[in-house]
């Protein structure tokens, strides 16, 4: 299947410091194209890859779970640490879910990691039934582009498949299991008015986490697809600075750039 206008994966050669962008379920890499563009701008080199069974139709993602969207960003993540000094990951929603896992599972191979409005549960009161229904009920309505800002839209299915739904409520147990393996510095935004992901699981992974470096921000003006809403500038700069401050690298250069 052709991929969706605007959905498909981003690549910028930098310099010595990378960042690994990991887009949500059922969304695209055009929900994280606008900051992976900032971030390519200011020297880093990026990755922002398409996960499997996103950015083409939503029947694709029936044929994959939380294994290959995981696998994707690992691969991702491996071809980083190859080429870069230090390597960072930033997540969206799932794509959060995704980036714990890799931080707990790679250690201090990754520098630090940044989460947007992260996902660390099926809040559906049906969810209970997704093992069942799947096998009888193939989609239910969509969760894209849940934006405060007019005009602005996410590339992302109208439904949602329920064995990928299945999945992901998988993928948020082994993930929350994993999280006091999670050491590194994590800079967390979340937005009170989310329809999409409750701030409780904001809560919940801050108060599982092991890292000491923790700051968290409230991004009051935007609901769940915050990185193409009002706070997506503050996003951007803030998640930069973050790696200034952790890329001597990178702090040096901006620091000379702001002189």
Not at 35 to 41: I, N, P, S, T, V
Not at 196 to 223: C, F, G, M, N
Not at 228 to 250: C, K, N, T, W
């Amino acid at each position: 299947m052709p991929v969706l206008p605007g959905a498909e994966p981003f690549r910028h050669e930098g310099g010595e410091v990378g960042v690994l962008l990991c887009h949500g379920f059922t969304g695209s890499p055009q929900s994280m194209r606008p900051w992976a563009e900032y971030l390519a701008g200011r020297g880093l080199t990026v990755s922002l890859p398409l996960l499997p069974g996103h950015g083409t139709r939503w029947q694709d993602m029936q044929l994959t779970g939380w294994q290959d969207w995981y696998a994707e960003v690992d691969r991702a993540l491996r071809d980083l640490l190859d080429r870069c000094e230090q390597v960072f990951v930033f997540g969206l929603s799932m794509g959060g879910a995704l980036t714990l896992r890799l931080a707990a599972k790679h250690g201090d191979a990754i520098s630090g990691i940044v989460l947007v409005n992260p996902a660390n549960k099926v809040h559906d009161p049906l969810a209970f039934a997704l093992p069942v229904a799947k096998h009888f009920i193939r989609s239910t309505p969509g969760i894209a582009s849940d934006i405060a800002k007019p005009g602005s839209e996410e590339v992302g299915y109208d439904r949602v498949p329920t064995r990928a739904a299945d999945s992901l409520r998988k993928l948020f147990q082994v993930v929350d299991a994993d999280l006091p393996q999670v050491t590194q510095p994590v800079l967390l935004l979340h937005s009170p008015q989310d329809h999409v992901v409750p701030s409780v699981d904001s809560a919940r992974i801050l108060a599982r986490i092991s890292s000491t470096d923790v700051t968290e921000t409230l991004l009051e003006q935007s609901y769940h697809v915050a990185t193409l809403d009002h706070d997506a500038e503050r996003i951007f700069a803030d998640s930069f600075a973050f790696v200034g401050r952790l890329a001597e690298s990178v702090g040096r250069e901006g620091a000379e750039a702001g002189g």
